[in-house]
């Protein structure tokens, strides 16, 4: 693969701020420069063994030339710790626009011990970020994440998940999300077969419509606690609390049929 960064002459000025860690340039080493202006001595042999895309093959180290990368000198100082195989480098305190800037140039320059890491922490990160993780998982072929994802984009703009998904994957998400919104409508359609009070009944459908096609991704949400275990405190009713052995039942009824009839996200990938 082409390292997609450019070899620019010397005869501009070498920024004054050098990386603190990679500050010592020597023949073996490549100066590399941040989009912010930050050069990084990286030896040549550790691009050689633990990165795929920085040089080429062919690349030859030139004391008087520099090669300026599109990444900020804060990515690259995590990436370039990775090349070095520096233990310890802890991503969960990360802010996600972090993470995401390095989980791409991780995958851009081929340093796979960073794009493991950052493929794990990504999908960690996807209930908080879905639209960005499922982005992410999309683009670089990452499908195990993008099905955990899945159930966390189900109620995002169609029109931001269009700008953020190739045609393929725009058409195979529409198709899944599709496939809860019909577990919805046909568990609100049967409602008279709840077998549940009026109270309770009415308490259950409203937060269908509230949390949407979402819910029947997620049953912990579609069925809270309070309505399981206190539905008297809840919603004013069932003394002795009558309706919860119907209301588990119906969670139950419902999980078993979401996980025989639902597929994921990426069963929907034409091929």
Known sequence: MAARSQRV??????????????STADEGTIPFVSSDNVP???????????????????FVANPDEVVH??????????LFRFVYREQHVRLSTLQFKMLASLAEAAEKYGVYSAST???????ARSESHPLQVMSYAAKHGHDDVLDVVGSSTISLDPAEVLA??????????????NQYNRFMRDFIDHRI??????ACKTALFCNALQKGPQGFAHLDVLFPYALLHDTMSWVG??????CKSSL???????????AKDAKPLTGFLAQ
Request: aromatic share 12%; with cysteine.
């Open 40 to 58: 990084f001595y990286i030896d040549r042999a550790r691009l050689d063994r633990d990165a795929a895309s920085f040089a080429p093959a062919g």
């Open 69 to 78: 990368l599109s990444e900020d000198s804060t990515t690259l100082d995590l």
């Open 193 to 198: 077969y709840w077998g549940v009070c009026d």
């Open 117 to 123: 890491i950052c493929r794990a922490s990504m999908e």
């Open 248 to 258: 588990e039942g119906l969670k139950r009824n419902l999980y078993t049929k979401i």
């Open 9 to 22: 002459s010397s005869k501009q000025p070498i920024p004054y701020r050098v990386s603190e860690r990679f």
């Open 164 to 177: 953020a998904l190739s045609p393929r994957h725009f058409a195979a998400w529409v198709i899944y999300t």
């Open 237 to 242: 009713c069932c003394t002795g609390n009558k």
